[in-house]
T-cell receptor, first 115, second 112 residues
Framework: GAVVSQHPSWVICKSGTSVKIECRSL??????MFWYRQFPKQSLMLMAT?????????EQGVEKDKFLINHASLTLSTLTVTSAHPEDSSFYIC???????????FGQGTRLTVV | SQQGEEDPQALSIQEGENATMNCSYK?????LQWYRQNSGRGLVHLIL?????REKHSGRLRVTLDTSKKSSSLLITASRAADTASYFC????????????FGTGTRLQVFP
């Protein structure tokens, strides 16, 4: 099946710094990429949807100035957590899909710990 | 919230038994998907069922969809210890096909 590579798999950063997470579709063009956040033992919460070349659509309650999403190409989307705080510590997962009624392929996730 | 709900939240069974998980959702859908997640890992797609389908099989997996009740079920037959994971349903809304909305998940533990 298709592969989505997410990097890094884990990161520890100091409070106040910014962290960038990359999501790449390795063998297909992803028209849409999604970013999710998952708290321990809970479901994934959609943060934002991004289409290549356009601004991301953020879900209600997600601060777009804090979680910057860039989808510059059909194979790469990035999520930057700016001025990270301990409450931003979470598991972030991206997914990519090639079109409607196709399955979404997920990255392996990034465990962010802000200390 | 648009998030769907799954039950049970947790399920423990012995190897060889069948496991059934249920998913309910709130809005009309284009399709419904089931995913598996091993602890701390990304999700793996299991099966997709379209709104005009009622049942689908894939290996030991059987998925049903009842759009009148806005519910779906995932049946894993002859479970194995390796099936231990969290299972999530996710829906693509009919009128907003850019989204994939996840249910709350079921944690399945299969004892050898």
């Amino acid at each position: 099946g298709a592969v989505v590579s997410q990097h890094p798999s884990w990161v520890i950063c100091k409070s106040g710094t910014s962290v960038k997470i990359e999501c790449r579709s390795l063998d297909f063009q992803a028209t849409t990429m999604f970013w999710y956040r998952q708290f321990p033992k809970q479901s994934l919460m959609l943060m934002a949807t991004s289409n290549e070349g356009s601004k991301a659509t953020y879900e209600q309650g997600v601060e777009k100035d804090k979680f910057l999403i860039n989808h510059a190409s059909l194979t790469l989307s990035t999520l930057t957590v700016t001025s990270a705080h301990p409450e931003d510590s979470s598991f972030y997962i991206c997914s990519a899909e090639g079109g409607l009624n196709t399955e979404a392929f997920f990255g392996q996730g990034t465990r962010l710990t802000v200390v | 919230s648009q998030q769907g709900e799954e039950d049970p939240q947790a399920l423990s069974i012995q190897e060889g038994e069948n496991a059934t998980m249920n998913c309910s959702y709130k809005t009309s859908i284009n399709n419904l998907q089931w995913y598996r997640q091993n602890s701390g890992r990304g999700l793996v797609h299991l099966i997709l069922i379209r709104s005009n389908e009622r049942e689908k099989h894939s290996g030991r997996l059987r998925v049903t969809l009842d759009t009148s009740k806005k519910s779906s079920s995932l049946l894993i037959t002859a479970s194995r210890a390796a099936d231990t994971a969290s299972y999530f349903c996710a829906t693509v809304p009919l009128y907003n096909t850019d989204k994939l909305i996840f249910g709350t998940g079921t944690r399945l533990q299969v004892f050898p």
